[in-house]
Nanobody, 126 residues
Framework: QVQLVESGGGLVQAGGSLRLSCAAS????????MGWFRQAPGKEREFVAA????????YYADSVKGRAAISRDTAKNTVYLQMNSLKPEDTAVYYC???????????????????WGQGTQVTVSS
């Protein structure tokens, strides 16, 4: 398994931007598809974005499409989530997740990810 540590969360005003980072330990990071999920108080965890192991394909939830960009730097064992035009409804704990997969597709479902970080809080004020 791979260990994941998120960072970059914080308090931002509506319309602002944040870049979340997820540092992975282990030498096999390159063969993991990576994803970002979020959970707001009283709500279920939901998919935000995902990227395949080669970075060739990316996936986004409709709620963030056009405002988010997921990327990965294999040399740094890190995956990023750039969030722009943030809205108060983006407020949540954001989790990084990994699934060992050499597929060119990713299933945007938390049940398909076996490794999770501890989460980082993102709060968007109106």
């Amino acid at each position: 398994q791979v260990q994941l540590v998120e960072s970059g969360g914080g308090l931002v005003q509506a319309g602002g931007s944040l870049r979340l980072s997820c540092a992975a330990s282990g030498r096999t990071f390159s063969i993991y598809a990576m994803g970002w999920f979020r959970q707001a108080p009283g709500k279920e965890r939901e998919f935000v974005a995902a990227i395949t192991w080669r970075g060739s394909n990316t996936y986004y939830a409709d709620s963030v499409k056009g405002r988010a960009a997921i990327s990965r730097d294999t040399a740094k064992n890190t995956v990023y989530l750039q969030m722009n035009s943030l809205k108060p409804e983006d407020t949540a704990v954001y989790y990084c997740a990994a699934t060992r997969s050499l597929s060119n597709t990713v299933t945007p479902d938390a049940r398909h990810f076996g490794s999770w970080g501890q989460g980082t809080q993102v709060t968007v004020s109106s």
